[in-house]
Antibody, heavy 128, light 107 residues
Framework: EVQLVESGGGLAQPGGSLRLSCAASGFTVTNNYMNWVRQAPGKGLEWVSV???????NYADSVKGRFTVSRDNSKNTLYLQMNSLRAEDTALYYC??????????????????????WGKGTTVTVSS | DIQMTQSPSSLSTSVGDRIFITCRAS??????LNWYQQKPGKAPKLLIY???SLQSGVPPRFSGSGSGTDFTLSISSLQPEDFATYYC?????????FGGGTKVEIK
């Protein structure tokens, strides 16, 4: 069964750090774009970051320089290292797969498609 | 960044009704537009991708249309399980962005 399971959420102080994990089963993370999407309480969806098949990444401006996405191919697991946390980072964090994304050499850009598999999310609360 | 504007933000309707939700992009995104359904306490679920392609397992009462900047999600005969919040999302370029959501409620 194709599945994503997030973990690692919890309570952190402003300025603190947390590392989220997203364990994949039924498919290989390195063959897909893998995204992090968050949802603040009572709010809509906000894309956070993507890690491409080749291992490079992209981030929303709101987290750039503070968050780092990575993966462990041997564990088939995605991570989100969250540093310098702020109250506005409080949210439910989902990981999600884009199975069709690829780098288009003719236009020299990454192409994105859709997120077809989502985890249930892990909650991050930033508060003193 | 590409802004996605959904309307209406909420919709009160009845079982059996046909509804339309619109999504407008701040610039042309071709057909790089997806629709998701989210129920309370659950993760989003992909309904429509590439503006009009039905995701596997999604009932055919859901359909999508549009290209460029204007898109529509239609539900032909609303069922009790369709009461949820719907989001559009552009996948044309990063940062990927979502619309603000449309909450579909029972009248």
């Amino acid at each position: 069964e194709v599945q994503l399971v997030e973990s690692g959420g919890g309570l952190a102080q402003p300025g603190g750090s947390l590392r989220l994990s997203c364990a994949a089963s039924g498919f290989t993370v390195t063959n897909n774009y893998m995204n992090w999407v968050r949802q603040a309480p009572g709010k809509g969806l906000e894309w956070v970051s993507v890690i491409y098949k080749g291992g490079s990444a992209n981030y929303a401006d709101s987290v750039k320089g503070r968050f780092t996405v990575s993966r462990d191919n041997s564990k088939n697991t995605l991570y989100l290292q969250m540093n310098s946390l702020r109250a506005e980072d409080t949210a439910l964090y989902y990981c999600a797969r884009d199975p069709s994304g690829y780098f288009d050499w003719s236009s020299n850009r990454y192409l994105y498609f859709y997120m077809d598999v989502w985890g249930k999310g892990t909650t991050v609360t930033v508060s003193s | 960044d590409i802004q996605m504007t959904q309307s209406p933000s909420s919709l009160s309707t009845s079982v059996g009704d046909r509804i339309f939700i619109t999504c407008r992009a701040s610039q042309s995104i071709s057909n790089y537009l997806n629709w998701y359904q989210q129920k309370p306490g659950k993760a989003p679920k992909l309904l429509i991708y590439s503006a009009s392609s039905l995701q596997s397992g999604v009932p055919p009462r859901f359909s999508g249309s549009g290209s460029g900047t204007d898109f529509t999600l239609s539900i032909s005969s609303l069922q009790p399980e369709d009461f949820a919040t719907y989001y559009c999302q552009q996948s044309y370029s990063a940062p990927l962005t979502f619309g603000g959501g449309t909450k579909v409620e029972i009248k």
